[in-house]
Nanobody, 117 residues
Framework: QVQLVESGGGLVQAGGSLRLSCAAS????????MGWYRQAPGKQRELVAV???????NYADSVKGRFTISRDNAKNTVHLQMNSLKPEDTAVYYC???????????WGQGTQVTVSS
């Protein structure tokens, strides 16, 4: 069982920045993909950004050029640097990890990001 601990959410003004972090522990096997999803009130959960163990990344079109995802494979951590934040980025952000072996997928508890206009 993999445990995920998220940190870094909060309240920021439009145009500001936040950095989210997620640390995974308890995994007996390598983590193939780590990433972030978000869910705004009344909307479905959507992909924000993911990064594979080899460094390949994928971003939602809405965050390209503003958000940067990175990971430390040795520490099983993933970070999301969010710049030029907009009110529409307001949501609960969830860390997600995926293991090809199984396959298995795990979610963090979520961290609130609120961007005021």
């Amino acid at each position: 069982q993999v445990q995920l601990v998220e940190s870094g959410g909060g309240l920021v003004q439009a145009g500001g920045s936040l950095r989210l972090s997620c640390a995974a522990s308890g995994s007996r096997f390598g983590i193939d993909v780590m990433g972030w999803y978000r869910q705004a009130p009344g909307k479905q959960r959507e992909l924000v950004a993911v990064i594979a163990s080899g460094g390949t990344t994928n971003y939602a079109d809405s965050v390209k050029g503003r958000f940067t995802i990175s990971r430390d494979n040795a520490k099983n951590t993933v970070h999301l640097q969010m710049n030029s934040l907009k009110p529409e980025d307001t949501a609960v952000y969830y860390c997600n990890v995926y293991q090809n072996l199984g396959p298995r997928q795990y979610w963090g508890q979520g961290t609130q990001v609120t961007v005021s206009s």
